[in-house]
């Protein structure tokens, strides 16, 4: 069975369209997005194709109709007399580049001016970046006779490769200031405008100056415009999942499970369809191996510093109880200590739901690559000389469950608990902190192999872990008895909804001592 050419970190939609690569067809967003007359901003996570969409609204505005052939756009266009032509258009890419060195920007806005100055005639001269743009518009215009199209992709790059170096960092908002505020006086040339960024930056002029951007990013009607959706999935990549699954001894139905669980569930909307990771879920198809293929390109330092600057608790996320109001999610701000709008921005959380009665949304992780591979991450924030737990540590504690062999489950943790920083006076709270993340990181992690969850009627247990022939309840205190942790699981009476399984259960109590940083007391009662 042949295969769908996957294009593989091909951001250009001409060359996809040209050699014969798979395509899913985006086209009926850009046909509303040209048609409105709005200039727009769109954030999404990296990797989620906001580069191939800019590509894809260049080659229309260009007038490349031969590119659209057979796609929804060529049938919306087909009474329209005033499609196709070609407009100047002016495309900044700021994804190519590193802008840690001095005048990077001015670089990459220099490169881009004298290629357009070359085209349209122009000299340099002594004039400031800003009036050669200006210079530039105007010769297009005039030239032409057609107003101008501006695409912006990944706008915010050199604003976070120095988020660290605030004299970088507002250098160089002040350089976009005054260069793109040329867009809000230049407003009679312009036809189209489009910026792409990863987060939304709330004192970026593009922002305040162009106060007329409509941010699209949460908005029901493009929850879709990138990734891809189960119904996109079986129109144009079902061949595909069916060679996966023939390769991997799996049926279709076992193949899309899986790849489900680990790259779909992005919700751009509260009412957005289920939307998956395109790079990862292509990766995964062209590899036919289940891997975090997003997670691995990286994720970026600014995001784990400021995480390790608040001193996240990480089970906050997965509580069920994670909240955030729409406009909240909407913008990145520097000195605020909310890290949920971040994540979520970055993709590390989605919308899960909505929650009418306090008008919220409701965020969680968006899948297992995600939700796995970002608390393998964390791990060495918490725990010193520490590369974080493997997959072969998390492994052995299963392996310990599996085996009732729960003295060696105690040795694991006072070694992963030994491995906390050193503690002082006015960081006690930190050392609780990261006590309560090392314990819920490793049952998290346990969470791929078996069920291990916290939940009650009368209360969450620190986790409560099912294996075939066991139920296991876990109650850490923090410089409490092991007796008490105990006595808490009976009075709450954690173990009620499985009182008719015929599996042993077991409660262990734990006492966390703040003295000596490690477990004081480790008591077992047989239920």
């Not at 769109?42 to 191939?52: A, E």
């Not at 122009?122 to 215009?141: M, N, W």
Request: with cysteine; net charge negative.
């Amino acid at each position: 069975m042949l295969k769908k050419n996957i294009p593989l970190g091909i951001q250009s939609f001409e060359k996809i369209r040209t050699d014969g690569y798979l395509y899913i067809d985006k086209t009926e967003y850009v046909y509303k997005l040209v048609h409105s007359g709005i200039p727009y901003f769109l954030s999404r996570p990296r990797r989620f194709g906001k580069s191939l969409l800019v590509s894809t609204l260049m080659a229309y505005w260009q007038g490349k109709k031969e590119l659209f052939s057979g796609l929804a756009i060529e049938s919306l266009e087909a009474n329209n007399e005033d499609a196709w032509q070609e407009y100047p258009v002016f495309y900044f890419d700021f994804n190519k580049d590193s802008y840690a060195r001095e005048n990077a920007l001015e670089d990459v806005l220099n490169e881009h001016l004298i290629k357009w100055e070359q085209q349209y005639g122009l000299d340099k001269g002594t004039a400031s970046l800003p009036e050669r743009f200006r210079h530039i518009i105007e010769q297009a215009v005039n030239s032409t006779g057609k107003n101008v199209v501006v695409l912006v992709d990944e706008y915010d790059k050199p604003l976070l490769d120095v988020i660290d170096d605030n004299e970088k960092e507002e250098h160089n908002k002040e350089l976009f200031k005054g260069f793109f505020s040329t867009l809000k006086s230049y407003d009679s040339y312009i036809k189209f405008v489009f910026f792409t960024g990863v987060t939304k930056f709330s004192k970026v002029s593009i922002f305040s100056d162009l106060n007329q951007l409509t941010d699209i990013s949460i908005n029901k009607e493009f929850a879709a415009i990138c990734g891809i959706t189960d119904e996109e999935i079986d129109k144009y990549l079902d061949q595909n999942i069916e060679h996966v699954s023939s390769e991997l001894g799996l049926s279709p139905a076992e193949c899309r499970t899986k790849l489900k669980a680990m790259y779909d569930g992005y919700h751009f909307h509260y009412d957005s369809p289920d939307i998956y990771n395109p790079y990862s879920l292509l990766c995964a198809i062209n590899n036919m191996e289940f891997e975090p293929y997003w997670f691995s390109t990286g994720t970026p330092t600014f995001l784990i510093d400021k995480i390790r600057a608040e001193d996240f608790n990480v089970k906050l996320i997965t509580e069920g109880k994670l909240y955030a109001e729409r406009y909240a999610l909407m913008e990145y701000k520097a000195d605020d200590v909310n890290l949920i709008p971040l994540l979520y921005q970055t993709g590390y959380l989605t919308i899960k739901g909505y929650d009418k009665e306090i008008n919220a949304l409701k965020l969680d992780y968006p899948n297992d690559e995600v939700k796995y591979s970002f608390l393998k991450s964390l791990a060495p924030m918490f725990m010193k000389n520490s590369e974080g737990i493997s997959p072969l540590e998390i492994r052995a504690f299963l392996n310990d469950l599996n085996n009732n062999d729960l003295e060696s489950i105690r040795h694991r943790f006072e070694a992963l608990f030994e491995s906390l920083p050193y503690p002082t006076d006015k960081d006690i709270r930190l050392v609780e902190q990261n006590f309560q993340n090392v314990i819920y990181i490793v049952f998290a992690l346990l969470g791929q192999f078996v069920k291990a969850e916290a939940h009650s009627a009368n209360g969450r247990a620190d986790c409560i872990v099912q294996t075939g022939s066991n139920i296991y309840v876990f109650e850490f205190k923090l410089d409490k008895s092991a007796k008490d942790a105990i006595n808490q699981v009976e009075r709450n009476r954690y173990l009620v909804p499985f009182a008719a399984d015929q599996r042993e259960k077991t409660i262990i109590g734990v006492k966390f001592s703040s003295e000596i940083r490690n477990i004081s007391e480790w008591e077992i009662k047989r239920a």
